[in-house]
């Protein structure tokens, strides 16, 4: 029975999850719904992100909290039952890995300490500020891999199939038009659907592979249902010491080996293999931790040390290629952004905002950005431009790292500003009158400027960085193709602090005077 509960529990979960996560994506219905609430059940991403930003996040901490509460209690159900993660894992296992398997493959035992050891590390990482968010929390990184992959790839079958049709519509009616096909990051996607082949490839070597070795989230949850009191329990009259249980159901290995009455509650999911059988030697059951029945973490203090040295090591190793002050001139956060110390403690680059952007504007950043940074959104001015009256990503941001933003603030957030490259420009190289850029600048930032030469008259746009927003429409539209001529730079980016106004009332009142000056000429 608790075997088909999970189950059911295992694809409800899911399914809310990939409903949330692909399908409620439109800007109403973003700004209406918390689609971001799942990414806040995990307590240790709260734990994290409230070390590292040195800070408590009450709305991340509500739902962790609640979590938490549960697991000392319930014991590992998160990882049971709801994680999307672990449930993919073990469908994938089920329908295509498990044949493969071979328990002689098994690793020993001992590398479950490995899990905990990383867990160590993220929690010292976390101390000296610096969050390490590749694969700390399991449903940020399944987020992270179906918006970078998953998604567009949906997107662009879509757009295709769609695309035919009106080609065909066309072809019969001469009317019709093809929507654009969404563009996938190649590196970090390649990066990110090869993490996943390993995670569901660990399935070969041993059930839960990640679950078991890897997940720090696991770890996590180990040390909380220590003591739980929803835990298995063995009828010694019925047990004949088959080890059918410990052999070849139990998952996660928690039934030890020589002793089948003893159950470590640690590493047990509370999946109800044990007890789904006809014997009924087990059975899941709540009951007070007895101390012959019930073990807990194995780990000793060396890999404590271990763990906290590796941590120590890892911190340099994370803020490489990140200044203390300012950021690159290239790289533009999105619309929201604490200052860049604040936004790398709590941005754990689980994609959302990347996935609710209606023009593709963000990505991921890359190795090149600093290893810190790797996952973490920018905006990308060539794939998509930042809409004036759109606020959906600082809205779906689960951790406060993109602060939310009004609709009436967002036309006087400041994420850069756009400079013209005359060298490039085909107006100032008097090739052409193009001026492409005035025409779609939404903020009325750029007019024809002409410079009075005597032997050479020139002319070409010049920016107004007090009212240029760094949106990037210009340089996503602009008809040089190969490098645009004027693209979007950090310079003059305002971030955002909780409690802080956008912008001051009298600067306001200048951009909206100078705005309209302008479109009245």
Not at 121 to 137: E, N, R, T, Y
Not at 503 to 514: A, D, M, P, V
């Amino acid at each position: 029975m608790s075997r088909k509960i999970r189950i059911l529990s295992q694809l409800s979960f899911f399914s809310i999850f990939t409903v949330f996560l692909l399908l409620l994506t439109r800007e109403n219905l973003v700004q209406k719904l918390h689609v971001e609430w799942f990414l806040q059940l995990n307590p240790l991403v709260t734990v994290l992100t409230s070390l590292a930003s040195r800070s408590f996040i009450f709305h991340l901490s509500v739902f962790g909290l609640i979590v938490a509460v549960l697991t000392i209690i319930l014991g590992r159900f998160f990882c049971g039952y709801i994680c999307p993660l672990g449930a993919l894992i073990d469908f994938s296992d089920h329908f295509f890995i498990r044949k493969s398997r071979n328990n002689s493959r098994r690793p020993p035992i001992y590398l479950h300490r490995l899990k905990y050891v990383l867990l160590y590390i993220v929690l010292v990482c976390a101390i000296f500020g610096v969050l390490f968010p590749l694969f700390m929390d399991p449903i940020s990184l399944l987020t992270r891999i179906m918006t970078l992959c998953i998604a567009p790839a949906l997107s662009n079958l879509g757009s295709s199939g769609k695309s035919i049709w009106l080609t065909i519509n066309n072809f019969l009616n001469k009317n019709g038009s093809v929507n654009n096909i969404q563009i996938i990051d190649p590196s970090y996607s390649f990066f990110a659907v090869f993490f996943l082949a390993i995670i569901i490839a660990g399935g070969l070597w041993d059930r839960r592979f990640w679950c078991q070795y890897v997940c720090p989230s696991g770890a996590f949850f180990a040390f909380l249902s220590r003591f739980s009191i929803f835990r298995r329990q063995v009828s010694t009259s019925s047990c004949n010491n088959c080890r059918l249980c410990s052999t070849y159901q139990c998952p996660t290995r928690a039934i030890d080996f020589k002793n089948h009455s003893i159950t470590s509650t640690s590493e047990c999911l509370l999946c109800g293999l044990c007890s789904n059988n006809k014997r009924s030697c087990s059975r899941l059951v709540i009951a007070a931790p007895v101390k012959k029945e019930t073990t807990g973490v194995d780990i000793h203090r060396r890999h404590l040390l271990a763990g906290i040295t590796a941590g120590v090591i890892t911190v340099p190793l994370l803020k490489t290629g990140i200044p203390s002050e300012s950021l690159e001139p290239e790289l533009i956060r999105p619309p929201g952004s604490t200052p860049e110390p604040d936004f790398l403690s709590r941005c754990i680059a689980c994609g959302e905002c990347m996935k609710v952007c209606p023009n593709h504007a963000l990505g991921p950043c890359g190795f090149l950005d600093g290893i810190g940074r790797i996952g973490t959104p920018k905006l990308i001015a060539q794939k998509g431009f930042c809409k004036d009256n759109c606020i959906a990503c600082s809205n779906v941001c689960p951790t406060g790292a993109l602060f939310p933003v009004s609709a009436e603030d967002k036309p006087f957030v400041k994420v850069g500003t756009a400079i013209v490259d005359t060298s490039k420009c085909l107006s100032w190289r008097g090739i052409r009158r193009c001026m492409v850029c005035e025409s779609v600048c939404p903020y009325n930032a750029i007019t024809l400027e002409e410079v009075g030469l005597e032997s050479e008259p020139k002319s070409g746009p010049m920016v107004n960085m007090d009212l240029c927003m760094g949106c990037g429409k210009c340089e996503k539209y602009c008809p040089v193709s190969t490098n645009a001529a004027i693209h979007i730079i950090s310079d003059g980016e305002r971030r955002i602090r909780p409690g802080i106004a956008v912008i001051t009332r009298k600067r306001r009142e200048k951009i909206i005077r100078l705005r309209q000056s302008r479109a009245d000429e």
